[in-house]
């Protein structure tokens, strides 16, 4: 009994030293204060566990090579979005709105939601998903939390002016919306129509985001989506050279296109911010994919041809930093590094622009305009 005990209490020492080498010398110091993720399955790091959807994945094989297993990532391990909080240096990953939202907000919240868009009606079929719109809102509630915390708006402002703010939305409204027989959207627009309803609706949100106090961010375009496994075994009689549905892929060029002017009158209009383009469709090529052995094929095993998701404690590929893709639709953490690399720190010119993630880090901002700021609002 007397030698259990003892036992008992060296290991509480030594679990009592590791945790506090652990908060102490394990810091690392992240290069801006917070950073903030508005996003699509491709950045959701769990936010849909809270919610009743068919659309999460928190069980295996999904994490297979997470430390804490099956979250919700739509990943064997780490999303994009994780990989450029750790390239910011922070030391730990972004926690997601629902729980450590509460208490844990000073460092950034993760909003991302697996089938969300810039629309509200996008996925509403499969019901329940934070939308572009519910993720505003939920970082105002995380806005004001904040300004308690550190003792009022001016502080909070001056705060979440420094942070950098990442935004991957729009593959669901073609994904989930556009694309699908099941929606109305490609009877009522052309391509064209749809492409500018969409920029027009996602400009509102940008500039709602702005409003709350964030002057450093980074919008994603759409990455090349006829190249996804499920699509491509969707539209075997529309494949081009790369093997890819290209119907599909010319679709999101006019969404991503008329991202990147909509972006320049943003900073055009807010010359106190910088919203800056992240040329995901690029950077999603098969230059990033070269190191790869499989680029076209899932590594988990799908319920049928043309499926996304994994199959529920199915055994996935043995190497999985050979595949580009994890299931029908979603990144390998290797695919998410190399992709996330060059979203940080750009490999080609037209990677980012007018930057990269690590120049936006950097840049010196002139806050005359941080007492426009409405806080109150929600
Ligand atoms: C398209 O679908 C929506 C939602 O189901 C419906 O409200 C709308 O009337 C439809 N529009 C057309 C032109 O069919
Ligand atoms: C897995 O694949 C990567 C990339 O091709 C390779 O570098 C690595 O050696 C492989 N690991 C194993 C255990 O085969």
Redesign the pocket.
Known sequence: MAGGLKALWALSVVLLVSNWQHWTYGKATPQVPCYFVFGDSLFDNGNNNYLTTPVKVNYLPYGVDFPLGATGRCSNGLNIADTIAEQLGFDSFITDFGVGGFTNFLDGVNYGSSGAGILD?TGYLSRDLFTMNIQLYNHKITVSRIAKQLGGDDVAKKYLSKCIYVSDMGHNDYLNNYFLDT???S??YTPDEYAQHLIKTYKTQLEDLYSTGARKIAVFGLIRVGCMPSNIQQYPNELDDSSCAYKLNDDVKIFNSLLQTMLEELNEKHKDAVFTYINSYDIDSDVTNAGFKHTRESCCQVLQSGAVPCQSLSIPCANRSEYVYWDGAHFTEAKAWAFGKRAFKRQLPKDAHPYDISELVKLELHDNDVNNVNLAQL
Do not use: A
């Open positions: 009606e929606y109305n959207s009877e009522i």
